[in-house]
């Protein structure tokens, strides 16, 4: 039987920030280092530095394999202690990052950001814009923000085809978990002919009306299919009779399915 990560030997928040990253087997985290992390949830980086020194005192999470910290190059006391404040602790992680994001970090200054990109250069770090995402999006006429424009670059989407690698759980992430965003660029994105990955659970605006999933919001603030169904019993009961029939629908299709 395998080791479950409320078996470890770490702190109970460094549990609960493995819950919320969805990690709940220690086989989970095989193959996986800081970098790996910071990539496949590359909107909680701020999570995975604060467990990263326990995971790693245990041996659960080995560091990556010839990495380049920050603290292997020469660099200045500002510089470097702005990428600590910042969860950035190897130079690879830069490229995560676009030139705006970079920019924006504080107390960076125009003179730190030269040194930045000099030793980007330096070490063959290439920076990008997300110019060019929007550019090649304007066509399309989407609503994006500028803080969704840095979402899309986390998540490597450059071109309208590209979104199409997303799932709609990558879209909540990127629309900074707003659920009334996500469901708006759900179907504006559907409507232009992307098609969401799978991924372990669904919004409820992908299976019922749009009315009804906006019900279920205002009232309950129940947003997936998992929700629905853990607290369906008790809730259901007082429903209006308007939202009755879809939510029973989902209820008895995700009960054949599981």
Same mark, same amino acid.
């Given at each position: 039987?395998? !080791?479950?990560?409320?078996?470890? +030997?770490?702190?109970?928040?460094?549990?609960?920030?493995? %819950?919320? !990253?969805?990690?709940?087997?220690?086989?989970? @985290?095989?193959? %996986?280092?800081?970098i790996?992390?910071?990539?496949?949830?590359?909107?909680?980086? %701020?999570?995975?530095?604060?467990? /990263?020194?326990?995971?790693?005192?245990?041996?659960?999470?080995?560091?990556?394999?010839?990495?380049?910290?920050i603290?292997?190059?020469?660099?200045?006391?500002?510089? @470097?202690?702005?990428l600590?404040?910042?969860? /950035?602790?190897?130079?690879?992680?830069?490229?995560?990052?676009?030139?705006? +994001?970079?920019?924006?970090?504080?107390?960076?200054?125009?003179?730190?950001?030269?040194? !930045?990109?000099?030793?980007?250069?330096?070490?063959?770090?290439?920076?990008?814009?997300?110019?060019?995402? *929007?550019?090649?999006?304007?066509?399309?006429?989407?609503?994006?923000?500028?803080?969704?424009?840095?979402?899309?670059?986390?998540?490597?989407?450059?071109?309208?085809d590209?979104?199409? *690698? !997303?799932?709609? %759980?990558?879209?909540?992430?990127?629309?900074?978990?707003?659920?009334?965003?996500?469901?708006?660029?759900?179907?504006i994105?559907?409507? *232009?002919? /992307?098609?969401f990955?799978?991924?372990?659970? *669904?919004?409820?605006? +992908?299976?019922?009306?749009?009315k009804?999933?906006?019900?279920?919001?205002?009232?309950?603030?129940?947003?997936?299919?998992?929700?629905?169904?853990?607290?369906? +019993?008790?809730?259901?009961?007082?429903?209006?009779?308007?939202?009755?029939?879809?939510?029973?629908?989902?209820?008895?299709?995700?009960?054949?399915?599981?």
């Amino acid at each position: 039987m395998g !080791l479950y990560i409320d078996d470890l +030997e770490i702190s109970y928040s460094a549990k609960n920030m493995l %819950h919320e !990253l969805g990690f709940t087997m220690v086989s989970d @985290l095989e193959g %996986h280092d800081y970098i790996s992390l910071i990539q496949k949830f590359p909107l909680k980086r %701020h999570y995975v530095a604060a467990i /990263i020194q326990e995971l790693n005192s245990v041996g659960y999470l080995l560091p990556p394999e010839n990495a380049v910290t920050i603290y292997d190059v020469s660099m200045s006391q500002r510089l @470097l202690h702005i990428l600590e404040r910042n969860y /950035i602790l190897y130079l690879s992680q830069l490229s995560l990052c676009s030139k705006e +994001e970079l920019a924006r970090m504080r107390n960076l200054g125009e003179q730190t950001m030269i040194e !930045l990109e000099q030793l980007c250069k330096a070490q063959g770090i290439e920076l990008r814009s997300v110019q060019n995402i *929007k550019e090649n999006l304007a066509s399309y006429q989407l609503p994006f923000r500028p803080i969704h424009y840095e979402g899309l670059y986390k998540y490597k989407i450059a071109t309208f085809d590209e979104l199409n *690698k !997303l799932t709609t %759980h990558d879209l909540h992430m990127i629309c900074q978990r707003n659920y009334t965003d996500t469901m708006k660029m759900y179907f504006i994105l559907k409507d *232009k002919g /992307i098609i969401f990955q799978e991924w372990e659970d *669904k919004y409820l605006f +992908e299976v019922m009306s749009r009315k009804d999933s906006q019900t279920l919001d205002r009232r309950y603030r129940i947003y997936t299919v998992s929700q629905l169904c853990a607290c369906a +019993e008790i809730l259901i009961v007082g429903m209006p009779p308007s939202i009755l029939p879809s939510v029973k629908a989902v209820l008895e299709e995700y009960n054949i399915k599981n």
